[in-house]
T-cell receptor, first 114, second 110 residues
């Protein structure tokens, strides 16, 4: 049973550029959540996708956008990169609905903005 | 005030000790609680999931939730060097957006 996968593993970009990160959820899961984890901090919720729609969003600017595909995989896009966007970006998959909310994380994509 | 408060440690214990990790929170609507273990530069690994109050046990791990005190705990019995990691608590009102603590760094000394 494949767990959550993310690509790429590492990424280096310069300020002002755009980046796309990818996530495939655990088999059987239909919901994908994205988190940003700065060094020494806990993950911060960016947004959640279910049925190809953004269902909930955390306190992140519109530079952060996403997409979910019919096969439940998801992308996170970040435009106009800032130095402060350097972090580990984590994707978590789960089942939508109350009582089935365990979120399983992928290994993350480490983004460095120079 | 942060939604979730967690002592960052570091915590250092001898092998075989009982470890107690704790988080407090301010939002009384939180009803979903999780504990994760995160090794350096890796994704968090789900250890325990609890809905509402009460205790849950899984092997060497016990999770406790006290909603009246807004306090959750994770106990690790017979701690092993392989338990050395950062432990994150996470909680949610809706089961969608989870709020995480900053993590407690644990080292188990052989």
């Amino acid at each position: 049973d494949a767990g959550v996968t993310q690509s790429p593993t590492h990424l280096i970009k310069t300020r002002g550029q755009q980046v796309t990160l990818r996530c495939s959820p655990k088999s059987g899961h239909d919901t994908v959540s994205w988190y940003q984890q700065a060094l020494g901090q806990g993950p911060q919720f960016i947004f959640q996708y279910y049925e190809e729609e953004e269902r909930q969003r955390g306190n992140f600017p519109d530079r952060f956008s996403g997409h979910q595909f019919p096969n439940y995989s998801s992308e996170l896009n970040v435009n106009a990169l800032l130095l402060g966007d350097s972090a580990l970006y984590l994707c978590a998959s789960s089942l939508y609905g109350p009582g089935n909310n365990e979120q399983f994380f992928g290994p993350g994509t480490r983004l460095t903005v120079l | 005030q942060k939604e979730v408060e967690q002592d960052p440690g570091p915590l250092s214990v001898p092998e075989g000790a009982i470890v107690s990790l704790n988080c407090t929170y301010s939002n009384s609507a939180f009803q979903y609680f999780m504990w994760y273990r995160q090794y350096s530069r890796k994704g968090p690994e789900l250890l325990m999931y609890t809905y509402s109050s009460g205790n849950k046990e899984d092997g060497r791990f016990t999770a406790q939730v006290d909603k009246s005190s807004k306090y959750i705990s994770l106990f690790i019995r017979d701690s092993q060097p392989s338990d050395s990691a950062t432990y994150l608590c996470a909680m949610s009102a809706t089961g969608n957006q989870f709020y995480f603590g900053t993590g407690t760094s644990l080292t188990v000394i052989p």
